[in-house]
């Protein structure tokens, strides 16, 4: 049943609310930002862009432009109607760069965006049997990892699990943890999951 419109209102054209507001919600903590910083920015209060993330409310257009430069992106790209690089990031296999680590004798590549302001972040790691990763960097949110060829062990603590090709493992960010290549070409994807309220 369609509802009826009032000119007066100004609300964006066909504006899928509950959609519109979550794929806000996702720009917004990809690029690290609270609920208070992004309101601000758009000159709007915090309450009504909690609910329009929610689905509860919608904006006018001006306050969608207001989001949408705040998030850096545009109008068309939220509504669904353009779909630009600042929404779809693509690595292609050819243009990803391994570099070798100053330590422990593996490979990386970034395959999240260069500029670093959204979470997750998401790299590929190489090991050989002699590579030796410790990682003491701790951090909110989850590691993900999932293993694209070869295996390696995960030592957490007191505790090791051995992944082959195809496993999966997830633990918080914050516990300590050290990577050992049991296989030459094990390559690994990683996954850095940040937590953010709002």
Do not use: C, W
């Not at 943890?177 to 994807?189: D, K, M, P, S």
């Amino acid at each position: 049943m369609q509802g009826r419109k009032n000119k007066n209102t100004a609300a964006a054209p066909e504006q899928d609310s509950p959609v519109l507001g979550k794929l806000v919600r996702a720009l917004r903590t990809r690029r690290r930002m609270t609920l208070e910083q992004l309101a601000e920015q758009a000159q709007l209060s915090k309450g009504h862009l909690s609910r329009f993330e929610r689905g509860e409310k919608t904006v006018s257009v001006s306050a969608l432009m207001r989001v949408a430069q705040a998030l850096h992106t545009s109008v068309a790209a939220l509504l669904g109607e353009h779909m630009g690089d600042d929404i779809l990031h693509v690595v292609r296999s050819a243009d990803r760069q391994l570099r070798e680590a100053s330590q422990g004798k593996y490979q990386f590549a970034s395959l999240s965006r260069a500029d670093g302001t959204e979470s997750p972040t998401a790299f590929l790691l190489r090991l050989s049997g002699e590579s030796l990763v410790r990682e003491h960097a701790f951090h909110a949110g989850e590691e993900i990892f999932f293993v694209l060829s070869g295996a390696l062990e995960i030592e957490l603590a007191s505790q090791s699990v051995v992944l082959r090709q195809g496993d999966y493992a997830q633990f918080p960010g914050l516990a300590k943890h050290r990577l050992r290549g049991i296989e030459a070409n094990t390559e690994v994807l990683i996954v850095v999951a940040g937590s953010r309220e709002d």
